[in-house]
């Protein structure tokens, strides 16, 4: 089993992004679904029963990854290979701007 983060939406969990042997998946909870007003973790992964998957990192995901001088700090600072994109989300995402985050 590859490695997973939980996505949580305004402080609510809404789903789990996790690393296949494929590739990607992200998924949103069933409890999360059911909700009358789930908000989408972004426009291009609106809500949905089935899962997203890919062979690449997900585009939305793949920019909540800092850039530039902050990048270097978290690759120094955690020991992270700056090509592995969802170790660098996973380390890095927890604390991000705006409505999303992802905790390991």
Partial sequence: MGREGKVF???EYAGLVKETDEGYEFAYDPVYLAKEKALPVSLTMPVREEPYRANTLFPFFDGLIPEGWLLAVVERNWKIDGKDRFG???ASCRDCIGD???EA
């Fill in 88 to 90: 660098l989300m996973l």
């Fill in 9 to 11: 939406v305004q402080g």
């Fill in 100 to 102: 999303v985050h992802i």
